[in-house]
């Protein structure tokens, strides 16, 4: 009986760090993708995909899960959260069919850079934030 006490009281006391450290930090992912020049390509007020120059990202967590379970898709990701970090570190992983997504050399018009410049915690925060575009 004390065991099951104990074994109980360990669990209640570890849940809250064990969610702390769940990655990602949506509002600071907000204040980043404001940042960062994604909104000058990218609108995140309108539905996928829609734009000229990029996909609109206002609805990316639902496509996100759509687009990895479909027959043309052959990037890595095995769930939204991947594909979106994917498609920031890796764009030519899979390029959305789009009118203008690709340049002439076939690469994505997406910055191929970001999984460079940006540490593995802003990743983290973007993609928290764009998981909340449902
Ligand atoms: C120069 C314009 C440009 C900039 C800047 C840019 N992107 Fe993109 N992005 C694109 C294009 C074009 C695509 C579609 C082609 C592809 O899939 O790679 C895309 C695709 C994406 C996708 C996948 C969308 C989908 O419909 O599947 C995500 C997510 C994304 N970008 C997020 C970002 C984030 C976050 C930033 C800022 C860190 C950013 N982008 C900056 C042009 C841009």
Known sequence: ??????????????????HAVAPGDAARGATLYETLPCASCHDISRPWP???????????????????LQPDYHGHATDAAGYIRESIVDPNAYIVPGPSYRQ????????KTFGQSLAPAQLDDLVAFLLTRR
């Not at 074994?7 to 809250?16: D, F, M």
């Not at 002439?104 to 910055?111: E, I, L, N, R, T």
């Open 50 to 68: 829609g734009g000229d120059i990029c996909p609109n990202l206002g609805n990316i967590a639902t496509e996100a899960a759509r687009i990895i």
């Open 104 to 111: 002439a050399d076939g690469q994505s018009v997406m910055p």
């Open 1 to 18: 009986m004390i065991a099951v006490i104990l074994v109980g009281l360990y669990a209640v006391w570890r849940w809250p760090a064990r």
